[in-house]
């Protein structure tokens, strides 16, 4: 029996369609796998960093007045040096109080910065900063911050537009490991 016409044209995509399936299975067992909420935060960290080429991506969740680093990937927890911070303090508070995502060009120089972060950011060669509230229902849970060294920043990362939901959060993730339609 010979192949079909199509056959030999789709063989060396099968290897690299496997990779991710099997990339896509190992986190997905991994994400429904019960865990503690700051091991959760920060796969969803790494996930991001991933997802926008960032080796630098925190999660600050909520509490009361407060927003607390809960979770991350690559070096944020020397871009953020501070553990706990104000809603309202900081750029991630700024995003905690207004809920509404903030792109910031050139971070070491913005003045809404706590000195303690602009210094971290001028140490670790940080140009810009993104951060979009995780919002539910009406309420900001947390802020997701995300930071590049590169010279034009987050300019293509245009899905980021809105304040994320916790359920778009969860469907931007799936689409980068599984960009196919969904099937209905």
Do not use: W
């Not at 750029?91 to 809404?112: F, M």
Request: charged share 25%; aromatic share 4%; hydrophobic share 40%.
């Amino acid at each position: 029996m010979s192949p079909g016409p199509n056959t030999a044209s789709q063989i060396p995509e099968l290897p690299t369609r496997r990779a991710r399936l099997e990339t896509l299975l190992a986190i997905s067992r991994e994400l429904s796998r019960i865990q503690p909420l700051e091991s959760l935060l920060a796969k969803i960290a790494e996930a991001c960093g991933r997802l926008l080429d960032s080796d630098s991506v925190g999660i600050r969740t909520r509490h009361d007045d407060d927003l607390v680093l809960a979770g991350a990937y690559g070096d944020a927890r020397d871009a953020m040096p501070t553990p706990r911070l104000k809603v309202g303090e900081s750029l991630s508070g700024i995003v905690a109080a207004s809920g509404e995502r903030l792109v910031v060009a050139d971070a070491a120089s913005d003045p809404r910065m706590t000195p303690a972060h602009r210094e971290a950011y001028r140490r670790g060669g940080y140009k810009a900063f993104l951060a979009v509230p995780l919002i539910l229902g009406e309420r900001v849970l947390g802020v997701l911050s995300i930071r590049t060294r590169r010279e034009q920043g987050f300019s293509s990362e245009t899905f980021l537009q809105k304040p994320f939901t916790p359920d778009a959060l969860a469907r931007k993730v799936r689409q980068v490991l599984d960009p196919r339609p969904a099937v209905r």
